[in-house]
């Protein structure tokens, strides 16, 4: 049992789009990841996300609307459910979802991380 400072974990990488693990809860992964840019159209089928703004802000689009997301908030995109992160300037995002989740998820993509990394 360790806490965990999530700004000392940011500071540990400057990679974009490339999800770090940092804890695990009854087979979910919570995962660290900084986003800039327009992230890849993708679905999870079988997992929900919860996408969590320690810093910045992004905008979390879907088909058939934008939701902007700031510091201090999240959303959670159900399963199934199309989407991709969209972020103008650096966001440091808490990601909680099951540890089966691949980042693209149905979209193979050079952004694709088979294994993230422990931090």
Do not use: C, Y
Request: charged content about 30%; aromatic content about 10%; cysteine-free.
């Amino acid at each position: 049992m360790e806490k965990v400072n999530l700004a000392e974990k940011f500071s540990l990488f400057t990679s974009h789009w490339d999800p770090k693990i940092v804890g695990e809860v009854n087979g979910h992964h919570v995962k660290l990841v900084k986003f800039q840019g327009p992230f890849v159209w993708h679905r999870h089928e079988k997992e929900d996300e919860l996408f969590l703004v320690h810093k910045g802000r992004f905008t979390m689009e879907f088909r058939d609307r934008r939701v902007p997301v700031g510091e201090g908030e999240f959303i959670i995109v159900p399963r199934g459910m199309e989407h991709r992160p969209v972020a103008e300037e650096e966001v440091h995002v808490l990601l909680f979802e099951p540890s089966t989740t691949l980042n693209t998820g149905d979209a193979e993509s050079d952004l694709t991380v088979d294994e993230p990394e422990r931090i």
